[in-house]
Nanobody
Framework: QVQLVESGGGLAQPGESLKLSCAAS????????MGWYRQAPGKQRELVAA???????NYAGSVKGRFTISRDNAKNTVYLQMNSLKSEDTAVYYC?????????WGRGTQVTVSS
């Protein structure tokens, strides 16, 4: 089992920045990739960014150049630095961890971008 706890969401104005954190605990040795997904009201959950244990990253086209995913292996934590926020970034952001045969999710953290 893997437990994921997100933090760092909140309210930001367009153009501002927020940084999300996801702390993993439990059977973390089994994780081969972690990522951030988001779900806006009335929309499907979508991948925002992902990072493998080897450090390879993948981003949704809508956030490329504005968001950066990173990881601190010593702290078992993954971060999502979100810059130049737009109103369309408003959503609940979920942390995800993949291990062979299992996918784990955090409870989510709300990000609201509004003037």
């Amino acid at each position: 089992q893997v437990q994921l706890v997100e933090s760092g969401g909140g309210l930001a104005q367009p153009g501002e920045s927020l940084k999300l954190s996801c702390a993993a605990s439990g059977s973390i040795f089994s994780i081969h990739a972690m990522g951030w997904y988001r779900q806006a009201p009335g929309k499907q959950r979508e991948l925002v960014a992902a990072i493998t244990t080897g450090g390879s990253t993948n981003y949704a086209g809508s956030v490329k150049g504005r968001f950066t995913i990173s990881r601190d292996n010593a702290k078992n934590t993954v971060y999502l630095q979100m810059n130049s926020l737009k109103s369309e970034d408003t959503a609940v952001y979920y942390c995800n961890a993949d291990s062979p045969g299992f996918s784990y999710w955090g409870r989510g953290t709300q990000v609201t971008v509004s003037s």
